[in-house]
Each structure stands twice: as C-alpha cells, then as structure tokens.
C-alpha cells in the first residue's frame, strides 16, 4: 500500500512530514510512503507581513485541497498553522506528541542576549502580531520590524545584523538541530506562544477510515487534550493565526488540565490574561470557559478594535 503525504517545501515542514512518514513505516512494515510538495499562499506570498494577505489557511488551504481532490492521503501541518474551523470532509486524525511549545530569541552575536538588555530603539523581527503584542507591553521602546522568510533565511539575517534580535518557536529550531543559537526562553505564563505551538497536526479525508487508522500511531492523548482546550479557546474568541491571541494549556499527571491564555491589542498597551483549571476530559469546555471569561472582561472590545486597524504596513528592510 502506498500513501501520499501532502507537505509544504520549507526545511522544517519536509523535517514534520518525513518525521509522520518514518513513524508510520515503522508501526506498519510493508507501508510506502511518499511525499507531495505544494507552495501555500504563505509561500509565495514573502514580500508583505501576514497579518496583510488574510488570517486562515495561509499555510495550509493548497496542502488541504490535494487530499479534498484525492491527490493525497494525508497532510502533516503545524498545528499552530490549523483554522480551528476544519475544512469540510476534513478530519485531524492525529495530534503528534509536542515539541517545546515556548517562544525563543535569537541575537545578534554582538548585542546582550536579553530583551530586557536591548538598548532603546533596538529592531526586532517577528512576523507574528502575538509576540508583537507581548514585545511591545514588556519594552515599548524597541523598533518591532516584519520578517518573513523559513527558518535558515531568518537566522541568516540576524546574523547578517538586519536585526538585533528576533523571534522564533523553539519547536522548530530543535527540530532543525539549530538550538545553540537560542539566546534567551521566553517563559510561559508571562509570555505566551501560539495555539498549538509545538505540535503537529495529520489530517485525512473523514471518510478515509483506512487512513484514518493507519495514523492513529502518531495520536499523542495528552497532547490532542490540551491542544484541544486551545483551540476552544480561539475558536471561541473567533480568532485566527494572525490575530493577538496565545494560549497554553498542560496536563498533569492526575489528568488536571491548567489552561492560561491572552488577548493583546495590536500596541501591547492593554492585554487580557487568564487562567482555567478542571479536568482534561473537558478540555474543550476549559478552553470555551476561559475564553467567555476573557470576553466578559472585555477582550471583545480589544478584538473589534485589532479587525478595525488596517493591518500594520510592510517595514522597510531594516
């Protein structure tokens, strides 16, 4: 039997699919499995930040369409990269065990490797309105700039010094071999990463039960509950990738599922924060909770006003 993986080009998206791929040849001796490359509007879309070019599927709704035109059989995403509204005929079949869910900065080798060190007026790069967010409420006082680009192009270019820092998951730096270049961990709860973060998300054709089963050997349980719980979370809020919203959830060892998460006004100047505890069983229901509590203190009035603003232009190079 032979099974098409559909996966964006980036180093790290062939690195999470080949990762799928050698978990599902080891568990079934006989599988074959090749890989399907396309290019996501995220891709060729390089020269603009992405909060300008739309908010769901950027990097996922050209993969989805091969399995929905039955091209493919499954696709490996980030889950971070997944609207929380599936495609419809899609199912995530499989939550992969996750990676460092948390934020890192990377410096310039000749500046201090902390944010708090960095003097006034500093430049740093984030595609992500997030950590924009979260950078700007801690030190209003440095120059956040766009970067875009895969992960080797953005460490070329800080170390280049287009940028005294930047900003990046841990997740996929490890899984590169990149991780010496980490200057500084950015801590859960006081900085918060992407819904997701860390982990991968397999989706199939729902009525492909054939592969759907095949795929239940990278389900990781305790990751698909607090992952879940997040994506409540934003689904709840109607938020999108591009959107001031994090969120983290972990489960402990007796099942209790604590759930914090954020929402942030595009300048940082006000965020929102909270916290849930229950039980992982009703992870979703933790996520929807913390979400109406957010609401309810007002994050409703943060978010109208972040889809009001036209999104923040693109920097001049740095």
């Not at 090749?34 to 992405?50: I, S, Y």
């Not at 009001?308 to 232009?313: D, G, K, L, S, V």
Request: charged letters at 25%.
């Amino acid at each position: 039997m032979v099974l098409t993986i559909a996966t964006r080009g980036s180093s790290l998206a062939l690195w999470q699919a080949n990762h799928v791929r050698d978990h599902l040849l080891e568990a079934h001796p006989g599988l074959s499995v090749e890989l399907r490359v396309v290019k996501t509007t995220g891709d060729r879309v390089t020269d603009v930040p992405l909060s300008a070019i739309g908010d769901r599927g950027l990097f996922t709704r050209e993969v989805d369409r091969l399995l929905l035109e039955d091209e493919a059989d499954l696709a490996v995403h980030s889950l971070k990269d997944l609207p929380t509204r599936t495609e419809p005929g899609l199912a995530v079949a499989a939550v992969s065990r996750r990676e460092d869910p948390r934020d890192v900065v990377v410096f310039r080798p000749d500046v201090p490797p902390s944010l708090d060190d960095l003097p006034a007026g500093a430049t740093v790069g984030t595609s992500s309105l997030r950590r924009r967010a979260q950078l700007l409420a801690r030190r209003p006082d440095l120059s956040v700039q766009d970067l875009r680009g895969n992960l080797d192009t953005r460490l070329a270019r800080v170390a280049a010094g287009d940028y005294d820092a930047i900003i990046l998951a841990a997740a996929g730096i490890r899984r590169l071999g990149r991780a010496a270049g980490i200057g500084q961990w950015l801590e859960p709860p006081a900085w918060l990463p992407a819904v997701g973060q860390g982990a991968l998300g397999i989706a199939t054709r729902e009525d492909d039960t054939g592969t759907r089963d095949l795929v239940r050997v990278v389900e990781h349980a305790p990751t698909r509950r607090a992952t879940t719980a997040e994506r409540a979370f934003l689904a709840e809020l109607e938020g999108g990738c591009q959107v001031p919203i994090g969120a983290l959830a972990e489960l402990a060892d007796d099942g209790t599922l604590t759930l914090h998460g954020l929402v942030a006004s595009l300048d940082g100047e006000r965020i929102l924060r909270g916290m849930v505890r229950g039980a992982g069983a009703d992870a979703a229901a933790l996520g929807r909770r913390l979400a109406d509590d957010l609401l309810g203190r007002g994050a409703d009035t943060v978010l109208a006003a972040v889809r009001a603003e036209a999104p923040f232009p693109a920097a001049s190079p740095p």
